[in-house]
């Protein structure tokens, strides 16, 4: 497998590509929108189930796989196998939380995994909770997991460890849906609840890193993309209004970023019937948010880019935007055709998609040179 990815191997590329997803986001105008396309062929993981969650050997075959195909199509994105299976059980699994495990994986292995299940009782619980155990949880099995994809991929691919889930987030699978109501009746045993999750996500990417062997100063995210600072899945906030995510989440944002260093880089999902374009101007305002991610954020972006400028990054269009375009558009061609002439000389921007096939990939990669030649 080594032999097959040194076959790509490229310093000069990969470097380039990291410099176009850090001036994007610096906002320093490049005359390019940098655009990541990674091939999931859906044939890869077919045999795959969560009977053997824990054991890393079958999910490390498929993404080594997904990796070669991603690295011949040759896109703006860096080389990177990330752990993206385990969804948001590391953390949580330290709580001592059981999960509920899917029937089965996603082609992408990003779309599914297990589902942690409200541990606490009671928000009073959160008074005398303390940071768990080092070895809590699952937390020797990701390592262990992290060294065998370690011990057998090259060392200028970078190994990413399962996606950080952002304080309020954890916060909330540890407590349940209950946790919306108690962040008004017990607001103070809610905020020690998600900065002793903040405390614990900074400990964990500390500790991940001595495996992973990744530079302090270098945050790959599990889609390949060079971020400002530790990407945080934060779904959740979708239910928060403004001003509770600037009580609630900014300081824990802004406590992860003290431990890790860097800058916030929150990521919520949106869907076609679904924006929460709310959650953009709240984290314009949010001190310590240099970039927001969300599948939708493009449109967001189109239709608000004075009031962004300089100030929130945007990383976004995987999902189901890829699709959206193409039924909204006609083709994704015709989608870049329109889109990157008006915006290839601004900057803010960057932009990722998945594909069943590197065929597929190239014809995209090929569509979106083509347009940033108009």
């Given at each position: 497998?080594?032999?097959?990815?040194?076959?790509?191997?490229?310093?000069?590329?990969?470097?380039?590509?990291?410099?176009?997803?850090?001036?994007?986001?610096?906002?320093?105008?490049?005359?390019?929108?940098?655009?990541?396309?990674?091939?999931?062929?859906?044939?890869?993981?077919?045999?795959?189930?969560?009977?053997?969650?824990?054991?890393?050997?079958?999910?490390?075959?498929?993404?080594?796989?997904?990796?070669?195909?991603?690295?011949?199509?040759?896109?703006?994105?860096?080389?990177?196998?990330?752990?993206?299976?385990?969804?948001?059980?590391?953390?949580?699994?330290?709580?001592?939380?059981?999960?509920?495990?899917?029937?089965?994986?996603?082609?992408?292995?990003?779309?599914?995994?297990?589902?942690?299940?409200?541990?606490?009782?009671?928000?009073?619980?959160?008074?005398?909770?303390?940071?768990?155990?080092?070895?809590?949880?699952?937390?020797?099995?990701?390592?262990?997991?992290?060294?065998?994809?370690?011990?057998?991929?090259?060392?200028?691919?970078?190994?990413?460890?399962?996606?950080?889930?952002?304080?309020?987030?954890?916060?909330?699978?540890?407590?349940?849906?209950?946790?919306?109501?108690?962040?008004?009746?017990?607001?103070?045993?809610?905020?020690?609840?998600?900065?002793?999750?903040?405390?614990?996500?900074?400990?964990?990417?500390?500790?991940?890193?001595?495996?992973?062997?990744?530079?302090?100063?270098?945050?790959?995210?599990?889609?390949?993309?060079?971020?400002?600072?530790?990407?945080?899945?934060?779904?959740?906030?979708?239910?928060?209004?403004?001003?509770?995510?600037?009580?609630?989440?900014?300081?824990?944002?802004?406590?992860?970023?003290?431990?890790?260093?860097?800058?916030?880089?929150?990521h919520f999902c949106s869907?076609?019937?679904?924006?929460?374009?709310?959650?953009?101007?709240?984290?314009?305002?949010?001190?310590?948010?240099?970039?927001?991610?969300?599948?939708?954020?493009?449109?967001?972006?189109?239709?608000?880019?004075?009031?962004?400028?300089?100030?929130?990054?945007?990383?976004?269009?995987?999902?189901?935007?890829?699709?959206?375009?193409?039924?909204?558009?006609?083709?994704?061609?015709?989608?870049?055709?329109?889109?990157?002439p008006r915006y290839k000389?601004?900057?803010g921007l960057v932009l990722?998609?998945?594909?069943?096939?590197?065929?597929?990939?190239?014809?995209?990669?090929?569509?979106?040179?083509?347009?940033?030649?108009?």
């Amino acid at each position: 497998m080594m032999k097959c990815l040194n076959e790509f191997y490229d310093g000069a590329r990969d470097e380039r590509v990291r410099q176009l997803h850090r001036r994007a986001f610096a906002w320093e105008p490049q005359g390019r929108i940098p655009l990541g396309i990674h091939v999931a062929h859906p044939q890869y993981s077919k045999e795959l189930t969560y009977d053997r969650w824990l054991d890393p050997k079958p999910f490390f075959e498929v993404q080594v796989r997904y990796l070669a195909d991603t690295l011949a199509v040759g896109s703006d994105l860096l080389p990177v196998v990330a752990i993206n299976h385990l969804g948001t059980a590391p953390s949580a699994s330290m709580f001592g939380c059981k999960m509920f495990l899917p029937d089965q994986t996603s082609a992408t292995l990003q779309d599914v995994g297990p589902e942690p299940l409200p541990v606490l009782s009671s928000i009073d619980q959160a008074a005398d909770l303390e940071m768990p155990s080092p070895d809590a949880g699952i937390i020797l099995d990701v390592e262990n997991m992290l060294r065998y994809y370690r011990n057998r991929l090259p060392e200028w691919v970078c190994l990413v460890p399962p996606m950080p889930t952002a304080p309020f987030s954890t916060a909330m699978a540890l407590r349940g849906s209950q946790f919306l109501v108690e962040l008004i009746d017990a607001p103070d045993l809610c905020k020690r609840l998600i900065l002793l999750c903040a405390e614990l996500e900074g400990w964990l990417d500390r500790r991940f890193r001595r495996i992973t062997t990744t530079p302090g100063d270098r945050y790959p995210t599990n889609f390949a993309v060079d971020a400002v600072g530790v990407r945080l899945g934060d779904d959740s906030i979708c239910n928060l209004s403004p001003q509770m995510i600037w009580e609630f989440c900014g300081p824990a944002y802004r406590r992860v970023c003290e431990i890790c260093g860097g800058a916030g880089h929150v990521h919520f999902c949106s869907l076609p019937h679904s924006r929460f374009e709310h959650l953009y101007g709240a984290l314009l305002e949010t001190d310590g948010v240099d970039v927001v991610s969300s599948q939708f954020g493009f449109e967001y972006y189109a239709n608000h880019l004075d009031e962004l400028r300089g100030r929130l990054a945007v990383e976004c269009f995987y999902g189901d935007a890829y699709a959206y375009v193409c039924g909204r558009y006609g083709s994704f061609r015709d989608w870049a055709r329109d889109f990157v002439p008006r915006y290839k000389n601004e900057s803010g921007l960057v932009l990722y998609l998945q594909v069943s096939s590197v065929e597929e990939g190239e014809d995209v990669w090929a569509n979106w040179q083509e347009a940033h030649e108009k």
